[in-house]
């Protein structure tokens, strides 16, 4: 092991980098040695959640992994990488505002294995894991890096600045009577507690979504509307909301439903952009889980992309949690689908007020992040994509805030017909 040790310590890594420099200037060799695989991409998804670090090559590489305290640090060996322009800036890849990677550094271990040394700013658990190729991405290798200690959600949504008051939120004061036939239901909402909105920005870091003819990112979007959803509802007297995501990175779809779960969340509200092959296609959507088949073939195939983001974001299941995945995805229950179409006709109502519906009805499909045995969930197409008007408007700041007033407008009414219990009544 000391010598192992010995052999990655920066000044021996810099001594093999120059010696490789070297014979390549003198004997016109290159630092590879041998043909094998190819690092196309190196990609880093750096959040407070945890760092990503995504090495894409050409063939499977083989990988050995383990921590050096003192400093720590995570030293990753690619068994079969080829030395490369993206192994050689790798160090590049990382920022400063990296939370747990201080540097990135790589170098030729020995004949037929590169060295990738991780520098860490502070303690993490670490997971490397291989994926195979799917969709536009090659062979990955992928490093995540996860705190010691992780957050708890309901913790970090009580704590946060625009959490839960020390102080039960009062009922929200009864509006002016107004002359008859104009009140609405966003008007007459009242609930004798705080209600919790768990808001799902769709797709994340690796996996990006649809992706416009403009160059606009789904992910990007989702991200923005819920942000900008989020701030509205915690402007209300009642009503809180968390994230399942609020930066670039991927979360797999069991643990969106998992965190939803956690912080006891009402709702669940998953954000998301259409595409089709067609460019004209447009308009806003709505869709709740379905027990049986999906309402159309275009909720199913939909339905069937949505549900491959483990496969194109990468997911590495525990196998005790992958069977705690399994049965919570399988605990649907018939009165909280009937609520979440609730939830999504009172949804359709106000997105109809700012865009064309594409579908005037609530559609149904399997879902895996609707999956919330308890907790009434919908996911909402915005507009499409792919469609090069609705791609303007999504990527607009003022249209993205319309949208956010729309779906808050769309939970207001839901909740007026529909209170949630309180909390010593529930199950």
Known sequence: MSRNLDRFRPDATRRLMLQGAVA?????????????????????????????????????????????????????????????????????RIGTDDPYVRQLRAGRFKPGTVRVVLDLKTEVKPQVFTLEPFGEYQHRLVIDLYPAQPDD???????????MPDKPAAAPEKPAAKPQGEATER?????????????????GGEDPG???????????????IGKKLKALID?????????????????????????????GADLFMSIHA???????????????LSERGATSTAARLLAQKQNESDLIGGVKFDVRDRHLAQTLLDLTQTATINDSL????????????INRLHKPQVEQAGFAVLKAPDIPSVLVETAFISNPEEEKKLAD???QDKMAEALLSGIKRYLAKNPPLSRNKMA
């Open 274 to 288: 259409d595409a089709f092959v067609k460019p004209n296609a447009r308009g806003s959507s709505v869709f709740a």
């Open 187 to 203: 008007d007459r909402l009242e609930v004798s507690r705080l209600v919790t909105i768990a808001i799902d920005p769709g797709h």
């Open 24 to 92: 390549t200037l003198l004997f016109g060799i290159a630092p590879r040695a041998f043909a094998g695989s190819a690092v196309v991409a190196v990609r880093v998804w750096p959040a407070k959640a945890y760092t990503r670090i995504t090495l894409e090559s050409s063939a499977p590489l083989k990988f050995n992994q383990f921590m050096v305290p003192d400093p720590a640090r995570l030293v990753v060996d690619l068994e079969g990488a080829d030395w490369g322009s993206e192994l050689d800036k790798i160090a590049q």
């Open 397 to 399: 700041e003022g249209y």
């Open 342 to 353: 609730k939830l999504g006709k009172a949804m359709l109502t106000e997105l109809g007020e």
């Open 235 to 263: 402007k209300q007297p009642n009503m809180r909301a968390v994230l399942t995501r609020d930066d670039d990175y991927f979360v797999p779809l069991a643990q969106r439903v998992g965190k939803a779960r956690k912080v």
């Open 153 to 163: 959600p309901l913790m970090a949504l009580l704590n946060d600045g625009k959490g």
């Open 210 to 224: 649809a992706v416009g003819a403009g160059g606009t990112y789904e992910k990007t979007v989702t991200l923005s």
